[in-house]
């Protein structure tokens, strides 16, 4: 059973950066669109990031330009770097494995920007 584990969540003021990890177990790494996603109270899941196998990335327009996703398939870990973090970007953060319509998911962490 895959397992993904998030961490590097937490309270920071607005303009401050994070760096989130997920470190993966129990799956072919290399294989899988790697994914961060978030939820904030009373919204949808929405997609922040993605990172195909084939090093494609993907944002969404509200972190464009101040996040970025990486993964270092060696460790089997995926990162999200978030610079410039704003008050709407609090959220839960969860990390997503995506291979031929099979999805998994992290436990998720919390990411709060409150002065």
């Known amino acids: 059973q895959v397992q993904l584990v998030e961490s590097g969540g937490g309270l920071v003021q607005p303009g401050g950066s994070l760096r989130l990890s997920c470190a993966a177990s129990r799956i072919i790494f290399s294989i899988y669109s790697m994914g961060w996603y978030r939820q904030a109270p009373g919204k949808q899941r929405e997609l922040v990031a993605a990172?195909?196998?084939?090093?494609?990335?993907n944002y969404a327009d509200s972190v464009k330009g101040r996040f970025t996703i990486s993964r270092d398939n060696a460790k089997t870990t995926v990162y999200l770097q978030m610079n410039s973090l704003k008050p709407e970007d609090t959220a839960v953060y969860y990390c997503?494995?995506?291979?031929?319509?099979?999805?998994?998911w992290g436990q998720g962490t919390q990411v709060t920007v409150s002065s």
């Open positions: 997503n494995a995506h291979w031929m319509g099979t999805d998994c």
């Open positions: 990172l195909t196998s084939g090093g494609s990335t």
